[in-house]
């Protein structure tokens, strides 16, 4: 009776050749469990997954010959699947929000556009500040960039200047950015370690093996002090 596993066919969109959709006469084998098994027909690594209920999966399409490994295929994905979920629930996406202003705003005016901002920080967007000249207001910039910096002191608390004040044609611009707080920083710095860690090490599913661990030397004994002599 045919193993099940090998009467399906994968989805169309899925590009990865498994089973039968390899066609190569011989492939480069690795284990189940990581191990090199060395250049096998096709055919053979067939039968050993068939053997095992595994799949026969391609992971290294452009080697000479190709490098395929017998694993649970459909396992794979979904472990996959899960980590780049949870990659993306880690991600924070940053919206820019932009706040337009008039260099004579009124003080109501005025103290309602820094509510805004500061609401787009404690959301944890960037807000694009916008302060437009209209006229003769052109020839005092001074006052923009001054409403420019006594907004960016009212919000320091939850907000720091990524871009400073910049005449742009008949505007002036200004980008802040929301504080981030120590605790966010401290799990930033936690996840770029742990990146950095992974990308150093040797992937599970990579098409070669690992090299052996090698062993630690341990540390040459030290001699006790002995009190000096008079």
Not at 96 to 118: N, S
Not at 130 to 154: N, V
């Given at each position: 009776?045919?193993n099940?596993?090998?009467?399906?066919?994968?989805?169309?969109?899925?590009?990865?050749r498994?089973?039968?959709?390899?066609r190569?006469?011989?492939?480069?084998?690795?284990d189940?469990?990581?191990?090199?098994?060395?250049i096998?027909?096709?055919?053979?690594?067939?039968?050993?997954a068939?053997?095992?209920?595994?799949?026969l999966?391609e992971?290294?399409?452009d080697?000479?010959p190709?490098?395929?490994?017998?694993?649970?295929?459909?396992k794979?994905k979904?472990?996959q699947?899960?980590k780049?979920?949870?990659?993306?629930?880690?991600?924070?996406?940053?919206?820019?929000?932009?706040i337009k202003?008039r260099?004579?705003?009124a003080?109501?005016?005025?103290?309602?556009k820094?509510?805004h901002?500061?609401?787009?920080?404690?959301?944890?967007?960037?807000v694009?500040?916008?302060?437009?000249?209209?006229?003769?207001?052109?020839?005092?910039?001074?006052?923009?960039?001054?409403?420019?910096?006594?907004?960016?002191?009212?919000v320091l608390?939850?907000?720091?200047?990524?871009?400073?004040?910049?005449?742009?044609?008949r505007?002036?611009?200004?980008?802040?950015a929301?504080?981030?707080?120590k605790?966010e920083?401290m799990?930033?710095?936690?996840?770029?370690?742990?990146?950095?860690?992974?990308?150093a090490?040797?992937p599970?599913?990579a098409?070669?093996?690992?090299?052996?661990a090698?062993a630690?030397?341990?540390?040459?004994?030290?001699?006790?002090?002995?009190a000096?002599?008079?």
């Amino acid at each position: 009776m045919a193993n099940p596993r090998f009467d399906r066919s994968p989805p169309e969109r899925d590009p990865t050749r498994i089973n039968e959709r390899i066609r190569v006469s011989e492939v480069r084998l690795i284990d189940e469990e990581g191990n090199q098994v060395g250049i096998v027909p096709t055919d053979k690594a067939l039968s050993l997954a068939q053997e095992r209920d595994l799949d026969l999966v391609e992971v290294a399409a452009d080697a000479r010959p190709p490098v395929a490994r017998l694993l649970d295929y459909s396992k794979y994905k979904y472990e996959q699947e899960q980590k780049a979920k949870a990659a993306r629930k880690h991600q924070q996406q940053i919206n820019v929000r932009e706040i337009k202003l008039r260099p004579k705003i009124a003080t109501h005016d005025y103290e309602t556009k820094k509510g805004h901002v500061e609401r787009f920080l404690r959301n944890h967007d960037k807000v694009k500040v916008t302060i437009m000249f209209r006229g003769r207001e052109q020839s005092s910039a001074e006052l923009g960039f001054g409403l420019l910096q006594r907004l960016a002191e009212d919000v320091l608390e939850l907000g720091t200047v990524e871009s400073a004040p910049k005449q742009d044609g008949r505007n002036m611009i200004m980008v802040l950015a929301p504080t981030k707080k120590k605790s966010e920083a401290m799990a930033e710095q936690r996840r770029a370690r742990t990146s950095d860690a992974g990308h150093a090490a040797a992937p599970a599913d990579a098409p070669e093996a690992a090299p052996a661990a090698e062993a630690a030397e341990a540390p040459e004994a030290t001699p006790a002090d002995q009190a000096p002599t008079t």
